[in-house]
């Protein structure tokens, strides 16, 4: 079962229009929701850890949130150099860190 | 300067040769990690190690092996290399100061195995 959905598989936006990424998890006993985001070929890039419900964290035009169940990235004004894959993730039982699919943001000029 | 490095950064093999994956780590953490990231499969988690005498196998550690030869060195070996095991790998390291951090990753390694 996974324990990591994340949607929309591929998003395409326009410079400057605002939308938000969702991850919803089904993990008991949250140890944290990590976002990474991740360029081609190469290492996912450390953004933000959220470990309660209610909790914001925020950089530059990107701002995650966290409920019980989901956990949002929402991205403001974005301009083409945020195109890239964000990765939603969970610890599962042990300690891996457990990952969704991605979002695949392309935002064009 | 890169706080995790990983050699090679590409690499082309033959079925069944025995290749090694290096990753070096200057962030002083304790904890090591290998991932491999498949096409829609998503990063899965092959060995970690939480100190240099831990090591731990992780959901897919099969045809694979590990060495922790110091706090920051943590090698993988694929012992007889096969086509199914052509992916990108990834080194991550984190804080051993509460049981539940953020990793941070290498640069990866892409791997083929013909």
């Known amino acids: 079962e996974d324990q990591v959905t994340q949607s929309p598989e591929a998003l395409r936006l326009q410079e400057g229009e605002s939308s938000s990424l969702n991850c919803s998890y089904t993990v008991s006993g949250l140890r944290g929701l990590f976002w990474y985001r991740q360029d081609p070929g190469k290492g996912p890039e450390f953004l933000f850890t959220?470990?309660?419900a209610g909790e914001e964290k925020e950089k530059e035009r990107l701002k995650a949130t966290l409920t019980k169940k989901e956990s949002f990235l929402h991205i403001t004004a974005p301009k083409p150099e945020d195109s890239a894959t964000y990765l939603c993730a969970v610890y599962d039982s042990g300690y891996a860190l457990n990952f969704g699919k991605g979002t695949s943001l392309l935002v064009t000029p | 300067d890169a706080d995790v490095t990983q050699t090679p950064r590409n690499r082309i093999t033959k079925t069944g040769k025995r290749i090694m994956l290096e990753c070096s780590q200057t962030?002083?953490?304790?904890?090591m990690y290998w991932y491999r990231q498949d096409p829609g499969l998503g990063l899965r988690l092959i060995y970690y190690?939480?100190?240099?005498?831990?090591?731990n196998k992780g959901e897919i550690s099969d045809g694979y092996s590990v060495s922790r030869q110091a706090q920051a060195k943590f090698s993988l070996s694929l012992e007889s290399a096969i086509p199914n095991q052509t992916a990108l790998y990834f080194c991550?390291?984190?804080?051993?100061?509460?049981?539940?951090?953020?990793?941070?990753f290498g640069p990866g390694t892409r791997l083929t195995v013909l």
């Open positions: 991550a390291t984190s804080s051993g100061r509460a049981s539940y951090n953020e990793q941070f």
């Open positions: 959220l470990y309660s």
């Open positions: 962030k002083g953490h304790d904890r």
């Open positions: 190690s939480f100190d240099v005498k831990d090591i």
